[in-house]
Nanobody
């Protein structure tokens, strides 16, 4: 049984930082791409960042490039999203996802096979 469990969300003021974590268990292929998506109220779920199975290749949405950093620790089966210089428009539920069929990060929601339950990030102005 695959489980992706996010943690680290919360309320922060604009300009602040948060670090999200996603602990994975039960994945058949641990050396595959993973990613972060987010969904704001009334909006579609959107790609935020992705990372290759070996952690070398990363991909970011333009809206967060230079402010967020994705990383992974395969020994701990965990990925992270360091979010700096947060803005009110970053407010959303953040989801971790695993793309078992891909070694390299992909921006397409349909490429991800498993999803976490989400963690709320709220940025106040």
């Amino acid at each position: 049984q695959v489980q992706l469990v996010e943690s680290g969300g919360g309320l922060v003021q604009a300009g602040g930082s948060l670090r999200l974590s996603c602990a994975a268990s039960g994945l058949t292929n641990s050396n595959r791409a993973m990613g972060w998506f987010r969904q704001a109220p009334g909006k579609e779920r959107e790609f935020v960042a992705g990372i290759s199975g070996n952690g070398v290749i990363t991909s970011y949405a333009e809206s967060i490039k230079g402010r967020f950093t994705i990383s992974r620790d395969n020994a701990k089966n965990t990925i992270y999203l360091q979010m700096d210089s947060l803005k009110p428009e970053d407010t959303a539920v953040y989801y971790c996802a695993a793309a078992q069929r891909y070694r390299y990060p992909t921006i397409n929601r349909s490429d991800y096979d498993y999803w976490g339950q989400g963690t709320q990030v709220t940025v106040s102005s």
